[in-house]
């Protein structure tokens, strides 16, 4: 026999409670004040990401009548591995040296918490001789793009990884299965739109040709979701 979980798709379970509106506004917050200084302080990140993940899994526990120990080692293998993800994501010095070089490093500028692309824009803004002001100016927006394309991309992250972590200690020996579902609407790009329905074990990983991932999401802005069902 098999029995969904979610009687209502994963989707509208989350907007119905309300998790991904308010994790969002907390991710970007959480980006902005560490980059804030120019230096990233990876100490207050780390605390910030670990409360935001918590919270997701208490509230999916909760939401869903189902127990979430927090002192559980899968909980905190699960914290530590998106707390790394980010601090890498953040303090990426290989795209840094890349965009310098890329640009030219004919002036001092500071790129904290940029990607690549956007630090070689800065770059080449400061060698073509912008302002310090306008330099700083375009730095905020470009760290406010970032806040907010990291903040949808790991928000979905930290669902879909507390979701999965949670049926996976929950399981008590009954065969759980994880599906990919897109948001099935225009938007869904070509390299998500054949993942559509792929299942695995729950807490498995999914062999996709774009490589090994355990659950979405798959790019940056990636809007896929895991869908459970207890065999
Ligand atoms: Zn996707």
Not at 58 to 87: C, H, R, W
Not at 197 to 223: L, M, N, W
């Amino acid at each position: 026999m098999t029995s969904t979980i979610f009687s209502t798709p994963t989707s509208e379970w989350m907007r119905l409670s309300g998790l991904t509106d308010k994790m969002q506004p907390k991710m970007r917050l959480a980006f902005l004040r560490a980059t804030r200084s120019g230096k990233i302080d990876t100490e207050e990140l780390t605390r910030s990401i670990a409360q935001i993940v918590g919270q997701s899994a208490d509230t999916s526990a909760s939401q869903s009548g189902l127990i979430f120990d927090t002192s559980d080692p899968t909980y905190m293998l699960l914290v530590e591995n998106l707390v790394s993800q980010y601090k890498s994501l953040l303090d990426d010095k290989e795209s840094k040296q890349a965009a310098r070089n890329e640009a030219g490093e004919n002036k001092l500028v500071n790129t904290t918490g940029l990607d690549r692309f956007s630090a070689t824009r800065l770059q080449r803004a400061a060698n073509s001789g912008m302002s310090k002001t306008e330099l700083e100016k375009l730095r905020k927006k470009m760290l406010q793009q970032r806040g907010n394309l990291i903040a949808n991309t790991e928000t979905n992250r930290a669902i879909n990884s507390a979701l999965d972590a949670l049926w996976y200690v929950n399981a008590a020996g009954r065969e759980v299965t994880k599906s990919i579902t897109t948001r099935r609407d225009g938007r869904v790009c070509p390299y998500c739109l054949p993942l559509e329905g792929i299942q695995e074990a729950v807490g498995a990983s999914f062999d996709t040709k774009y490589g090994v991932f355990q659950y979405p999401p798959f790019h940056p802005q990636c809007r896929c979701f895991l869908f459970f069902e207890v065999k």
